[in-house]
């Protein structure tokens, strides 16, 4: 290979507008960063050279005589579905912005043009094409039908609960799956139901703390007519609709104890009645209920019934965080991202490494669910067919940066006082049980420090720990300690400024 033939490529620029004087100056102000600067009069005389060879980048002015700026970008992006076009107008209104991101613009520029700004969009979006084309992406491992069931993973963790759920399908047993918010409990729920053998009857599934006390029990066991203001007729509730087949009781732990004592009646008897009603109705239901709280402590608190509790808890199946399970970060992106192909119609089909490696490293306290919601958001904004690191949602990306940023100065937190004494190995003070107490402990502790003031020593533990709790999430971690998030960041700013001082 010749040393030419290894130098860098000289990014091309694409100028089109039919003012003269404005592809002029925007070129000399291009040019001066050494891009080689094609110029075009008309729409259609850009798409011509277009069709010659794909520019890196193009500079388009939305009104022009002829064929206008938008027609342009979509003759543009037709030809080259990847090439990055960056609208100019001098008409800054909201719905000029809204037209050029909707048809698919990197971005838009005021006229008169401000140079350090063309400057930095330009090399903005030369470093994105730059991505694009280098980004490998996360390589789907599995095909879509293999994701029928709709719970994806391979780690340790998900493999016991998928044995779990093998285990249960053969049998009518009932099954309290438990788990933090956001990690596919009704998934897996439909999932020991499609494999049992009531899964040609029908599955219903009730959230028990979305349905107001007072409704909940006709929800469940139906009503006669006139037993409360508003029953007009007769209903069936979901327990008799249910009769041979599955019913998914979610949030079980935010029912109220009057109802507990009727659903244990059902678990014990398998029968119901209506309220309002003296007929006693046998129903076969299967029920599988879920929870993301602690019912053990409930149990001991008397706000759940013991008695319910065990027979809800015959099986039990804990469902991990996604903490929990990392690895398996990239194959529910892979899964997410084919759903929103044949859902949402969206071109991202990947992920840049770089970007998934920020999405495991998130502590993800919302779980899947926030991780969908993340993707989808990513998938929206992404100018190409590959998520980058800044199509990601901010505080994701802050949650991360704080989480390494705030590592150091932890680590380098000053050596904790030792108190001399005559003993060759004196034992450390003992941290007073009461409030009071332990806050004078720290008091004098922290005085003989004289490297820094009380307050900023206490400060910066209190916020190192905050920090650490939520995994570098700053909104949970500024609500703990009682600040906004906008403070929490400037004093993370202070303590990544003293580590690297350090």
């Not at 719905?95 to 037209?99: C, G, L, P, V």
């Given at each position: 290979m010749?040393a030419d033939?290894?130098a860098?490529k000289?990014?091309?620029?694409?100028?089109?507008?039919d003012?003269?004087?404005?592809?002029?100056?925007l070129g000399r102000?291009?040019g001066?960063r050494q891009?080689?600067i094609?110029?075009a009069?008309?729409?259609e005389?850009?798409i011509?050279l277009?069709?010659?060879?794909?520019?890196?980048?193009v500079?388009?002015?939305?009104r022009?005589?002829?064929m206008?700026?938008?027609?342009?970008?979509?003759?543009l992006?037709?030809?080259h579905?990847?090439?990055?076009?960056v609208?100019m107008?001098?008409f800054g209104?909201a719905?000029?912005?809204?037209?050029a991101?909707?048809?698919?613009?990197?971005?838009?520029?005021?006229k008169?043009f401000?140079?350090?700004?063309?400057?930095?969009i330009a090399?903005?979006?030369?470093?994105?094409?730059?991505?694009?084309?280098?980004?490998?992406?996360?390589?789907?491992?599995?095909?879509?039908e293999d994701?029928?069931?709709g719970?994806?993973?391979?780690?340790p963790?998900?493999?016991e609960?998928?044995?779990?759920?093998?285990q249960?399908?053969?049998?009518?047993?009932t099954v309290?799956?438990?788990g933090e918010?956001?990690?596919?409990?009704?998934l897996?729920?439909?999932?020991?139901?499609?494999?049992?053998?009531?899964?040609?009857k029908?599955f219903?599934a009730?959230?028990?703390a979305?349905?107001?006390?007072?409704l909940i029990?006709?929800?469940?066991f139906?009503?006669?007519?006139?037993s409360f203001?508003?029953?007009?007729?007769q209903?069936?509730?979901?327990?008799?609709?249910?009769?041979?087949?599955?019913?998914?009781?979610?949030?079980?732990?935010?029912?109220s104890?009057?109802?507990?004592?009727?659903?244990?009646?059902?678990?014990?008897e398998?029968e119901?009645?209506?309220?309002?009603?003296?007929?006693?109705?046998?129903?076969?239901v299967?029920?599988?209920?879920?929870?993301n709280?602690?019912?053990?402590?409930?149990?001991k608190?008397?706000?759940?019934?013991?008695?319910?509790?065990?027979?809800?808890n015959v099986?039990?199946l804990?469902?991990p965080g996604?903490?929990e399970?990392?690895?398996?970060?990239?194959?529910?992106?892979d899964?997410?991202l084919?759903?929103?192909?044949?859902?949402?119609k969206?071109?991202?089909?990947?992920v840049?490494p770089?970007?998934?490696?920020?999405?495991?490293?998130?502590?993800?306290p919302g779980?899947v669910?926030?991780?969908?919601?993340?993707i989808?958001?990513?998938?929206?904004?992404?100018?190409?067919?590959?998520?980058?690191v800044?199509?990601?949602?901010?505080?994701l990306?802050?949650?991360v940066?704080?989480?390494s940023?705030v590592?150091?100065?932890?680590?380098?937190?000053?050596?904790p006082?030792?108190?001399?004494?005559?003993?060759?190995?004196?034992?450390?003070?003992?941290?007073?049980?009461?409030?009071?107490?332990?806050?004078?402990?720290?008091?004098?502790?922290?005085?003989?420090d004289?490297?820094?003031t009380?307050?900023?020593?206490?400060?910066?533990?209190?916020?190192?720990?905050a920090?650490k709790?939520?995994?570098g999430?700053q909104v949970?971690?500024s609500?703990?300690?009682?600040?906004?998030?906008?403070?929490?960041?400037?004093?993370?700013?202070?303590?990544?400024?003293?580590?690297?001082?350090?």
């Open positions: 010749t033939s290894a860098p000289t990014p091309t620029i694409l100028i089109i507008d003012d003269e004087e404005i592809r002029y100056s102000v291009l001066a891009y080689r094609v110029e009069g008309s729409g005389e850009g011509a277009a069709k010659k060879g794909a520019p890196d980048l500079f388009l002015d939305i022009m005589g002829g206008s700026g938008i027609e342009t970008l979509q003759h992006r037709a030809l579905p990847h090439l990055l076009v609208l107008t001098a209104t719905q000029t912005a809204i037209e991101m909707k048809f698919g613009a990197f971005d838009y520029v005021m008169p401000d140079a350090d700004k063309v400057l930095a090399e903005n979006a030369l470093k994105t094409k730059a991505d694009l084309q280098t980004a490998a992406g996360y390589k789907p491992k599995v095909k879509s994701y029928k069931e719970i994806v993973g391979s780690s963790a998900m493999q609960v998928f044995k779990v759920i093998g249960v399908t053969a049998s009518d047993v309290l799956i438990s918010s956001g990690t596919g409990k009704e897996v729920a439909r999932c020991i139901y499609q494999h049992s053998h009531r899964s040609s029908a219903m009730v959230n028990c979305a349905i107001p006390e007072n029990e006709s929800e469940l139906g009503h006669e007519r006139g203001t508003g029953a007009t007729g209903r069936s509730g979901k327990f008799e609709l249910c009769d041979g087949g599955t019913l998914f009781l979610d949030e079980i732990g935010d029912m104890l009057a109802t507990q004592t009727k659903i244990l009646r059902v678990l014990q398998g119901i009645q209506r309220v309002g009603g003296t007929e006693t109705i046998n129903v076969d299967r029920v599988i209920a879920a929870t709280r602690d019912l053990e402590q409930m149990v608190a008397k706000t759940f019934r013991e008695d319910l509790y065990y027979r809800l099986v039990r804990r469902l996604l903490r399970r990392t690895g398996d970060i990239p194959q529910i992106v899964f997410m084919q759903m929103l192909e044949k859902t949402k969206t071109r991202v089909r990947k840049a770089e970007a998934m490696d920020v999405l495991v490293r998130y502590c993800w779980n669910r926030e991780l969908e919601n993340a989808y958001r990513s998938a929206v904004i992404a100018q190409g067919d590959t998520i980058l800044k199509d990601l949602p901010v505080e990306r802050e949650a940066n704080a989480a940023g590592a150091a100065p932890a680590a380098a937190a000053p050596t006082v030792v108190v001399t004494a005559p003993a060759p190995a004196p034992a450390a003070p003992a941290v007073p049980a009461d409030l009071d107490g332990a806050l004078d402990f720290i008091y004098q502790r922290l005085s003989a004289k490297a820094e009380i307050l900023e020593r206490l400060e910066r533990e209190m916020i190192v720990r920090i709790e939520f995994g999430n949970r971690a609500e703990r300690l009682g600040i906004t998030r906008a403070t929490l960041r400037k004093r993370l700013d202070v303590l990544r400024g003293e580590a690297s001082a350090e």
